[in-house]
């Protein structure tokens, strides 16, 4: 099955040489290309909201595969519509479709169907590839259109995505195709697109909901986006940036009814294997029960004996820490595994980690080195020492560099209140450092 294009010659040249000038002339081929899990671009005609297009696929450094994302503005086919199977033609060659990646997308979502009728008339899909061919002539597809529903549909195709993207452990990036506002004056769109585009950039998908109906915002891909948003953090994006916005008014000079059109990046984290040590030891004992095994083969690091505690944040806060002054396993390895799990079930200040939450947790694990006796108080450094506080039985740590911390004398308090130490009581000192991995 061969899906024609139908927005070529109205949207963008239909030839192929002037399609070629016309796109060299708003991408920059001087931009910095990074490892980008996905991005939001525009779909409007390229005179309007091709310069915000090109800035933001001229970031990205291209892979095999694109999922596309688009809202479904003709009203035509399933609510929930994926192509598994045949070839996408524009002027710039045919693409075409990710049957594989397809097929596990739709498998892994309870909300998705095949379809081709959504996709026949649907111009937002389209108008992406001629960017992405003008990069890469042999990149693959998997186009998918959204209807109108709830948030709950949209983030359960983002996470069937993520899945497959995964199980196939496939190179490819999501993008998710809207414009923002739509046919409002210059500043009304701007202080609405500016709402929704916070929204994103924080990766808050229920607050990108929350915001296009309390003000309503007549952002038409808004569901792509809550898709993508989804996907990026199960794939590991833990910040977006926003590479360029604009309205129609600053193509044709009227700004008394414009479109908006943003183009962001979601940017790819990469895990140190310390971390991601500790994260699948967490995500098999909350989903399975069970203690995973050190790797067979261990780093230098992961092979000494060391004290070492993990922390797990969520949304930025705390949600567990735990940890050991002194190695108390064989190696790092197994120490990490350890705390990792006690961190996540056993913090006497949290409730145990749920299987909900895995997905938006981060990792941070800080390998110690032997605590040393304080000889001089004043040559510590809350930012770049830890510390350790004993009296008798009773010892009380502090990591460096924590928030909130920024001074000895505070350390100290803290050390002190966290073991029970009484204001006037005798008390030793030690420092140490740490390497901490994420």
């Given at each position: 099955m061969?899906?024609?294009a139908?927005?070529?010659g109205r949207?963008y040249?239909?030839?192929?040489v002037?399609?070629?000038?016309?796109?060299?002339g708003m991408?920059d081929?001087?931009?910095?290309?990074?490892?980008?899990?996905g991005?939001v671009?525009p779909h409007?005609?390229?005179i309007?909201?091709g310069s915000v297009?090109?800035?933001?696929?001229s970031?990205?450094?291209?892979?095999d595969t694109?999922?596309?994302?688009g809202?479904n503005?003709?009203g035509?086919g399933k609510a929930?519509?994926i192509?598994?199977e045949g070839t996408?033609?524009t002027?710039l060659?045919?693409v075409?479709?990710?049957?594989?990646?397809a097929?596990r997308i739709?498998?892994?979502?309870?909300y998705l169907?095949?379809d081709?009728?959504?996709h026949?008339?649907?111009?937002s899909?389209?108008v992406q590839?001629p960017?992405?061919?003008?990069?890469?002539n042999d990149?693959?597809l998997v186009?998918?259109v959204l209807a109108?529903a709830d948030?709950?549909?949209?983030k359960e195709i983002?996470?069937?995505m993520?899945?497959?993207v995964?199980d196939?452990k496939r190179?490819?990036v999501i993008i998710?195709?809207?414009?923002?506002?739509h046919?409002e004056?210059q500043?009304?769109?701007?202080?609405k697109?500016?709402?929704?585009?916070?929204a994103i950039l924080?990766?808050?998908?229920?607050?990108?909901i929350?915001?296009?109906?309390e003000?309503?915002i007549s952002?038409?891909g808004?569901?792509?986006?809550?898709?993508?948003i989804?996907a990026?953090?199960?794939l590991g994006?833990?910040k977006a940036e926003?590479?360029?916005?604009q309205?129609?008014?600053?193509?044709t000079?009227?700004?008394?009814?414009v479109?908006?059109?943003a183009?962001?990046i979601?940017?790819?984290?990469?895990?140190?294997p310390?971390a991601?040590?500790?994260?699948?030891?967490?995500?098999t004992f909350?989903?399975?029960?069970?203690?995973?095994?050190p790797?067979?083969k261990?780093s230098?690091?992961?092979?000494k004996?060391a004290?070492?505690?993990?922390?797990?944040?969520k949304?930025?806060?705390?949600r567990?820490?735990i940890?050991?002054?002194?190695?108390?396993q064989?190696?790092?390895?197994r120490?990490?595994?350890?705390?990792a799990?006690?961190s996540?079930?056993?913090d006497?200040r949290?409730p145990?980690?749920?299987?909900s939450?895995?997905?938006g947790?981060?990792?941070?694990?800080?390998v110690?080195?032997?605590?040393m006796?304080v000889?001089?108080k004043?040559?510590?450094?809350p930012?770049?020492?830890?510390l350790?506080v004993e009296?008798?039985?009773r010892r009380g740590?502090l990591?460096?560099?924590l928030?909130?911390v920024?001074?000895?004398?505070r350390?100290?308090?803290i050390c002190c209140q966290?073991?029970?130490?009484?204001?006037?009581?005798?008390?030793h000192?030690y420092w140490?450092?740490?390497?901490?991995?994420?």
């Open positions: 061969i899906r024609e139908i927005t070529a949207f040249p239909d030839s192929p002037e399609l070629r000038e016309t796109i060299a991408v081929d001087k931009a910095i290309r990074e490892e980008i899990v991005l671009s409007a005609g390229y309007y909201s297009a090109g800035a933001t696929i970031r990205i450094k291209m892979k694109f999922i596309i994302l809202p503005h003709t035509l929930f519509s192509m598994i996408w033609r002027p060659g045919d075409k479709i990710d049957s594989d990646l097929r739709l498998a892994s979502s309870a169907e095949e081709y009728d959504a026949r008339l649907e111009h899909i389209e590839l960017f992405l061919q003008y990069f890469k990149i693959k186009p998918i109108h948030g709950a549909a949209y983002g996470r069937a993520a899945r497959a995964k196939l190179e490819a998710a195709s809207s414009d923002m506002t046919y004056s500043t009304s769109a701007q202080e697109d500016t709402q929704a585009i916070d924080t990766l808050d998908e229920d607050k990108l929350e915001k296009v109906e003000i309503n952002m038409c808004y569901a792509p986006v809550v898709s993508l989804t990026a953090k199960a994006a833990k926003l590479v360029k916005y309205t129609s008014g600053d193509t000079g009227d700004y008394r009814s479109v908006g059109y183009g962001l979601f940017k790819n984290y990469r895990i140190s310390i991601k040590l500790a994260k699948e030891a967490v995500e909350i989903r399975d029960g069970n203690i995973i095994p790797p067979n261990l230098t690091e992961m092979g004996r004290g070492v505690f993990v922390s797990l944040h949304s930025g806060q705390l567990g820490c940890g050991t002054f002194e190695a108390a064989e190696n790092v390895a120490e990490i595994i350890t705390n799990v006690s996540a079930t056993r006497p949290f145990p980690v749920a299987v939450e895995l997905e947790l981060e990792y941070s694990v800080d110690l080195t032997k605590p006796p000889k001089d004043n040559k510590l450094n930012k770049k020492y830890g350790i009296c008798d039985f740590l990591l460096p560099d928030e909130g920024d001074t000895v004398d350390q100290i308090d966290k073991a029970g130490i009484a204001p006037d009581e005798t008390i000192l140490f450092r740490v390497k901490r991995y994420k």
